[in-house]
């Protein structure tokens, strides 16, 4: 592990760190030429509309159709690798305090699930009920749930299509549940 801005970030053992130079992160991202002003882009209006269609007419119910398409039982990890729709090996770059490295996407989750898991370690060391809003279809709480066994994970989403394809996930998990909930 290596310390940066007093949090702990997890290396996977035995990688080289890829250093990518700031001048090469337009390579990586749209968004250095969106916020200097030389790209073109508008923030998008955030109506109830646009969110269901988003979320739960597209983006939940491809994974939806995803889960109830295939022939055996898929867990939630392929559920997200889907969601992705990359391979995990495919190289992205992150930020780790003031620098950036090129890792694999599989590599980035696994670090950013360890930082997640690291800033809430205390809180959930002493909960019985973990509750998350806007939980999609579970996965965050399904990833907590493997290392913090005998608590309760409930998540409310609005989203429909990600509430029962959560329904399908954890049918089997008396641990988990994610219901409909409108902020």
Known sequence: MSRTSDRYISWPEGKDRIKVGLDDLPKW????????????????SRTIEKIDQEYDKDKYARCLDYFTGAERQITPEKVKQFEFG???????????GDELYEITL????????????????TELEKCKT???LG???GFNLWWMQQKYENRYFWGG?????AVELA???Y??????????FNF
């Open 167 to 169: 329904s399908h996930l």
């Open 130 to 132: 973990v509750i998350e």
């Open 157 to 161: 989403e609005y989203s429909k299509n």
């Open 86 to 96: 990359l391979d995990l090996d495919h190289k992205i770059c992150i930020s780790i």
């Open 135 to 137: 939980a999609g279809y």
């Open 106 to 121: 599989k590599e980035a989750r696994l670090i950013y699930y360890d930082m997640m898991l690291n800033a809430m370690h």
């Open 171 to 180: 049918r089997d998990n008396p641990w988990i549940k994610v219901v409909y």
């Open 29 to 44: 991202s749209q968004w250095p030429a969106r916020l200097l002003g030389v790209a073109p882009w508008e923030t998008p």
